[in-house]
T-cell receptor, first 117, second 115 residues
Framework: GAVVSQHPSWVICKSGTSVKIECRSL??????MFWYRQFPKQSLMLMAT?????????EQGVEKDKFLINHASLTLSTLTVTSAHPEDSSFYIC?????????????FGPGTRLTVL | AQTVTQSQPEMSVQEAETVTLSCTYD???????LFWYKQPPSRQMILVIR??????QNATENRFSVNFQKAAKSFSLKISDSQLGDTAMYFC????????????FGKGTSLLVTP
């Protein structure tokens, strides 16, 4: 299957700083990528849909000014957590839709663990 | 909005036995996709099996099969000949035709395969 990478795999930052997480589709072009958040022992919650060349679509309750998403190319989407606080500590997972696949399958990155001190 | 319900938070099965994980969903759509994903301790999401709602035949992938009951809005996963490597969280997911390809996940079932 297709490969999606995320960087960094884990990050620790101080409260009030900003953190950028990258999501890359390595062997296909992804016009659509998704960002999910997963708290310990919980499910994945969709935060936003990232569309190449246009503004992201945020789910209800997700602050778009706090979680900035940029999808500047067909292989890269970034999530920036601005002015991070301890409650933003979580596991962030991206996925990318591969239009070549039957059913437009989503392939997931390995996730990024964010800890805000 | 669609909801996905997994009523079994934890399950356990002995190696080589068969286990069935349940999933129900609620939707008013007629065309949609259903998925089972596996999340092992590494936390990498892995697609186990996929079912298109318009297909009546149940999907199968080696030891994994589903029982898709469209009228009942039920989508259970059967794992045959369970292996230790099947130990993981299993998430049922729904993708509607109007969702922009986004997935709506259930809360998950933690499966433990014991020797």
């Amino acid at each position: 299957g297709a490969v999606v990478s995320q960087h960094p795999s884990w990050v620790i930052c101080k409260s009030g700083t900003s953190v950028k997480i990258e999501c890359r589709s390595l062997d296909f072009q992804a016009t659509t990528m998704f960002w999910y958040r997963q708290f310990p022992k919980q499910s994945l919650m969709l935060m936003a849909t990232s569309n190449e060349g246009s503004k992201a679509t945020y789910e209800q309750g997700v602050e778009k000014d706090k979680f900035l998403i940029n999808h500047a190319s067909l292989t890269l989407s970034t999530l920036t957590v601005t002015s991070a606080h301890p409650e933003d500590s979580s596991f962030y997972i991206c996925s990318a839709r591969d239009p070549r696949t039957d059913g437009n399958e989503q392939f997931f990155g390995p996730g990024t663990r964010l800890t805000v001190l | 909005a669609q909801t996905v319900t997994q009523s079994q938070p934890e399950m356990s099965v002995q190696e080589a036995e068969t286990v069935t994980l349940s999933c129900t969903y609620d939707t008013s759509e007629n065309n949609y996709y259903l998925f089972w994903y596996k999340q092992p301790p590494s936390r990498q999401m892995i697609l186990v099996i996929r079912q298109e709602a318009y297909k009546q035949q149940n999907a199968t992938e080696n030891r994994f099969s589903v029982n898709f009951q469209k009228a009942a809005k039920s989508f259970s996963l059967k794992i045959s000949d369970s292996q230790l490597g099947d130990t993981a969280m299993y998430f049922c997911a729904f993708r509607g035709s109007n969702s922009g390809y986004a997935l709506n996940f259930g809360k998950g079932t933690s499966l433990l395969v014991t020797p």
